[in-house]
């Protein structure tokens, strides 16, 4: 019986698959010529160089100077991805605080804005009104600097699901359609983002992707993201690509059952890891007014911040051994409060997957934990994710003139 084949794509799509092509190669360089675009994709020269002038028209790339090979033959005028134009817009919401920023394709932050709040009492539709107002004046700065959204991506601290916050303990939030509250709530402060689109995941999973595609992981492609915040987040990122799950649910190491006597979570359940290891357990177990003064008292060797922190290194390292023996990553990568308390976290935390793993590779000098870069965070991953589908379809995101 013959296999039905796939329609072959039209002279349309296999030019805007093309200028995807030509575009990422480019952005993926930083800065290049038009031969070597040719030379790296197997086009023609005169193919590249009209799919590259209708970039340049749209606004995704720009031309800078010339350069020289050192070969005979005219110079080649460098292309760059283009620092105006389209950019996306990254929004995380956490428990205490709301961050934006827009970034440039170029990967470029140019606009950040950080409000701490107490997201816990106010109802959804308002912390993501205030997320959007935000946002707004964010977008008011990035005008100014001719940049145009050509998304939003939204990072949320919960199970995340078709735009709809699920669940999300530490808010208090369950069945939240935060996708189409905060898109109206943006349209009502800036008309010109009405039908913006706007896309919604876990803030862990949009932290691993800003650590995977931003930080400085070098050839790492698979790794666990452990986020710590008021709460604990975890993602799971396997040969370059998030491993989100049947239902999107993935990754929600922060309540593991890691004593099931202990405290009782705000999920419903007993000893979960972020009762030992989230910063508000933390603070409270080390009875510190915040993470630098939780530091500066253990960099004083103060004994409750030592025990407060090895414990909760323990309790790290008896979740993070299952997950390693479960799914086999080559690293895991500590995020939010976690790299600045890693001194201390550390030893007890290697001793546990010295102990509990069973491949035998995760020895404490085997360097496998990793503090995260500090330029990543989930905000900047949401707005990457905008990046990335501009770069694999420009033609869909071409914006128009912001408002």
Not at 106 to 120: F, M
Not at 206 to 220: C, F, I, K, T, V
Not at 235 to 256: M, N, P, S
Not at 297 to 310: G, K, Y
């Amino acid at each position: 019986m013959n296999q039905p084949t796939e329609p072959k794509a039209d002279k349309s799509g296999v030019r805007r698959h093309n200028l995807s092509l030509v575009l990422r190669t480019v952005h993926e360089a930083g800065e290049t010529t038009r031969a070597a675009v040719a030379a790296r994709v197997g086009l023609t020269r005169p193919a590249v160089s009209s799919l590259v002038e209708q970039l340049l028209d749209l606004g995704f790339l720009v031309e800078s100077g010339k350069t020289f090979s050192g070969q005979a033959g005219r110079p080649g005028t460098v292309l760059k991805p283009a620092d105006t134009g389209p950019a996306g817009l990254g929004v995380e919401i956490n428990v205490d605080y709301v961050t934006v920023r827009v970034v440039d394709l170029t990967g470029t932050d140019r606009v950040r804005r950080t409000e701490h709040l107490d997201n816990r009492e106010p109802e959804a539709g308002d912390v993501l009104a205030r997320a959007a107002r935000v946002a707004a004046e964010a977008l008011d700065a990035a005008a100014e600097r001719h940049l145009v959204p050509a998304g939003a991506g939204l990072a949320l601290p919960g199970l995340v699901c078709d735009g709809t916050v699920r669940q999300a303990p530490n808010l208090g939030w369950n069945e939240v359609p935060a996708e189409a509250l905060f898109g109206k709530a943006l349209t009502a402060l800036r008309p010109g983002t009405a039908g913006l689109p706007v896309a919604s995941d876990n803030e862990a999973n949009m932290a691993a992707l800003a650590e995977l595609w931003s930080g400085s992981l070098g050839d790492l492609r698979t790794f666990l993201y452990l986020t710590g915040e008021i709460g604990v987040g975890g993602a799971i990122v396997v040969h370059g690509e998030l491993l989100r799950g049947a239902h999107g649910f993935a990754g929600e190491i922060g309540h593991l059952v890691v004593d099931a006597e202990g405290p009782l979570c705000r999920c419903g359940s007993r000893g979960c890891l972020e009762q030992y290891a989230g910063q508000a357990a933390l603070l409270a177990a080390a009875d510190a007014g915040g993470v630098p003064d939780l530091a500066r008292r253990a960099e004083a060797a103060e004994p409750r911040a030592l025990a407060a922190l090895a414990e909760a290194g323990r309790m790290l390292g008896r979740a993070l051994s299952a997950a390693v023996n479960l799914l086999d990553p080559e690293a895991v990568v500590l995020g939010g409060i976690y790299p600045r308390l890693m001194p201390w976290l550390t030893p007890a935390l290697a001793e546990e997957l010295a102990d509990r793993v069973v491949s035998g590779l995760w020895t404490p000098d085997a360097e496998r934990l990793r503090p995260a870069s500090a330029a990543t965070d989930a905000a900047r991953g949401a707005a990457a994710l905008v990046l990335h589908d501009i770069l694999a379809d420009p033609l869909a995101h071409t914006p128009a003139p912001s408002a």
